[in-house]
């Protein structure tokens, strides 16, 4: 086998790696959140890695800065392949020659239902942090609101309120967020609501575009509203 680095998808490997992404979802029935347009138009600082069998891909890892000090990783091995050894050469290729100045930890969102990367990832040592869930709305929701409340998009310009509020709702570092939002703000397939009430902000959504869907995320309200 061999691993190829990428820091932009070639047309060829687009094709390559939707079709390991389909079988790797229709075998795990979960869905794998990877922007290919975005990976495309937006060059990462750290390249992808491709693991291929002679011309078939088998693997394939993907990190994008979470924190300052952290990366956020996206694993995925075909299914006949996996216990074979390819997760932990990309791990290992990631860890040892590709780990930018300064990451100190890797974060890794994994489904319940896939077993063997959370067994690689023990061998690796890595814990437990936080359980996430997913969910599905395929209904129309109307506009109930009172009138001292509204929801408004925002932009950069409302970072400081948009930091103050993931500190009072989830606890979060000050300092970590205000460089985390500075970056999310500024990507064109996410965007940020802050819910006010009589013009105080009071809540927030996040929600950014993962294939044909919209994933909402880090919704919260002040626990007095």
Not at 72 to 96: F, M
Not at 143 to 172: G, H, M, W
């Amino acid at each position: 086998m061999e691993i190829q680095f990428s820091y932009q998808i070639s047309s060829a490997n687009v094709d390559a790696l939707a079709q390991l992404l389909q079988v790797c979802e229709q075998h795990d029935s979960v869905a794998i959140e990877l922007n290919l347009d975005h990976f495309s138009n937006n060059p990462p600082s750290i390249p992808a890695l491709f693991c291929f069998d002679g011309n078939q891909l088998v693997g394939f890892l993907a990190a994008y800065h979470y924190y300052d000090d952290a990366l956020e990783v996206l694993l995925t091995v075909a299914p006949n392949v996996r216990r074979q050894g390819v997760a932990q050469a990309l791990l290992h290729t990631l860890k040892t020659q590709r780990l930018p100045q300064g990451v100190e930890a890797l974060v890794f969102k994994v489904p319940a239902q896939i077993g063997f990367v959370t067994q690689v990832l023990q061998q690796h040592q890595a814990h437990f942090w936080m359980q996430e869930a997913l969910m599905q709305a395929k209904c129309a929701y109307e506009n109930r609101l009172q009138s001292d409340v509204a929801v408004r998009p925002v932009d950069k310009t409302f970072l400081d309120e948009l930091v103050e509020l993931d500190v009072a709702i989830f606890n979060s570092d000050k300092a970590v967020m205000t460089q985390r939002f500075k970056g999310t703000l500024a990507e064109p397939h996410r965007a940020t609501w802050i819910l006010f009430h009589s013009n105080k902000p009071v809540g927030k959504l996040h929600a950014r575009v993962a294939g044909d869907c919209v994933v909402l995320h880090d919704i919260g309200i002040l626990p007095a509203f």
